[in-house]
C-alpha cells in the first residue's frame, strides 16, 4: 500500500481540488493507497470538506488534531497515522504537483528509500522568500552537524523503513526537514517546478518562518552556543593588549584623567555582547525546558478510516 500524508489548515476551498487531483493519479497507479489527511485545527469547513471527500472515496482517513499545532505536528500525526510500504508527504495547496507521484514510487521501486522532491523552479515563490530561505539554507547547511539538501521542501516519499527510524525520535519540538536529513538512508532526488497556490494564501507569516529558522538551526547545531567562547578569547586578548597599552602610557606620561568616552564604549559594548550571549543561551534552555515537559507532539480528537472495518476507529467523525 501507498500512504499519502497531507496536513490540512485552514485549506476548506483547496480540499476538493486536491482530491481532484490526486485520486485519479492514485488510482491509476494499481497500487492500493490511502490518503492521510490530517486537519491541523482548522476553523474553516475544511473537516466538512474532508469528511465528504471521504464519502467519495473512502481511501481518504481524516485524523482531526484538537486544535491547531502547525505543520510540523501535523506531519508528524499523518506519518504515525500511515499504514503504507511507501508514504508520501504533499502540501494540501498542489504546491507540489501530485502528477510526480508516479515518478517518486518509480524511484522508490528501483530500490531507493527516500525520494526527494527539489524546486528547481521556485518564481512562484516571491522573491523575499525565496532570498531568505537561500540565506537560511546556507548558514544552517554552514554549522549544522548533518546538512538539508536546499530547495526541497517537505514533498517526498519514504519507505516504511525510514517511516519507523522517524518514528523512533524522541523530540516535541520536530524540525521535519532536519529529522529527515538526520536519518539518511539511499536518497535520490527528482525536479520539479514549484506551482502558485490552488486556493487561499500561505499559512507562514515572516515571524513564523523566523521562529522557524531559528527551530531549525537550535535544533541541529551548538555552534551558536560555543561561538561565545571563542568571542571571549578574542575580546579577552584585545582588553589585554589595550590594559597594557594603558598601563605602559601611564606609568611614562602619568595619569591622564579623561577617557570618560572609551570607559563608556567599552562598558556598553561588553554589556551588548554578553546580552546576546544570554539571549543564545536562552533560545536553549527554553528548549531543553520544553523536552523535558514531555508533552506530546499532538492530540488527536477523532480518527476516521472511512470504510475499512479492520482500522481501529478512535471515534467515527460523524458523531463530533
Ligand atoms: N499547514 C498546517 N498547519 C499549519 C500551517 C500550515 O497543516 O499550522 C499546512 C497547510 O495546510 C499546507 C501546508 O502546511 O497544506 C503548507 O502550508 P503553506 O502552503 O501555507 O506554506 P507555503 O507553501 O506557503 O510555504
Ligand atoms: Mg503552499
Request: aromatic share 10%; proline share 5%.
Amino acid at each position: 500500500m501507498i500512504s499519502i500524508v497531507c496536513p490540512f489548515f485552514n485549506e476548506g476551498p483547496a480540499v476538493g481540488l486536491f482530491m481532484a487531483r490526486v485520486i485519479p493519479i492514485m488510482k491509476s497507479l494499481d497500487e492500493p493507497f490511502e490518503i492521510v489527511c490530517i486537519n491541523d485545527g482548522s476553523t474553516d469547513r475544511t473537516l466538512t470538506e474532508l469528511l465528504a471527500a471521504q464519502r467519495e472515496c473512502p481511501q481518504v482517513c481524516v485524523v482531526d488534531l484538537s486544535r491547531n499545532f502547525g505543520k510540523e505536528a501535523a506531519m508528524s500525526a499523518g506519518i504515525d497515522h500511515a499504514r503504507g510500504e511507501a508514504v508520501i508527504i504533499i502540501d494540501a495547496d498542489l504546491q507540489d504537483p501530485p502528477e510526480l507521484i508516479p515518478t517518486l514510487v518509480d524511484r522508490w521501486r528501483g530500490g531507493y528509500e527516500v525520494v526527494l522532491a527539489r524546486r528547481s523552479d521556485r518564481s512562484s515563490d516571491g522573491l523575499m522568500k525565496r532570498s531568505t530561505a537561500r540565506l537560511f539554507y546556507r548558514l544552517h547547511n554552514s554549522i549544522a552537524d548533518y546538512p538539508i539538501p536546499e530547495d526541497i521542501g517537505d514533498f517526498r516519499l519514504m519507505d516504511r523503513a525510514v517511516v519507523e527510524a522517524l518514528k523512533q525520535l524522541p523530540e516535541r519540538r520536530r524540525f521535519m526537514k532536519g529529522l529527515f536529513a538526520w536519518v539518511g538512508f539511499r536518497t535520490i532526488t527528482v525536479d520539479y517546478v514549484r506551482a502558485a497556490r490552488s486556493a487561499g494564501t500561505t499559512k507562514f507569516s515572516a515571524w513564523k518562518l523566523w521562529n522557524f529558522a531559528l527551530e531549525g538551526i537550535t535544533a541541529f547545531s551548538t555552534m551558536p552556543l560555543r561561538l561565545w567562547t571563542y568571542l571571549g578569547i578574542v575580546i579577552a586578548m584585545l582588553s589585554l593588549c589595550y590594559g597594557s597599552a594603558i598601563v605602559v602610557r601611564t606609568l611614562i606620561f602619568g595619569i591622564d584623567v579623561p577617557g570618560y568616552a572609551s570607559l563608556l564604549t567599552a562598558i556598553l559594548f561588553l554589556g551588548g555582547v554578553q546580552l546576546i550571549g544570554l539571549g543564545v543561551l536562552g533560545e536553549y534552555i527554553g528548549r531543553i525546558y520544553v523536552e523535558t515537559k514531555q508533552r506530546p507532539v499532538y492530540i488527536v480528537r477523532a480518527c476516521d478510516r472511512g470504510a475499512d472495518p479492520a482500522a481501529s476507529r478512535t471515534t467515527s467523525l460523524d458523531q463530533v
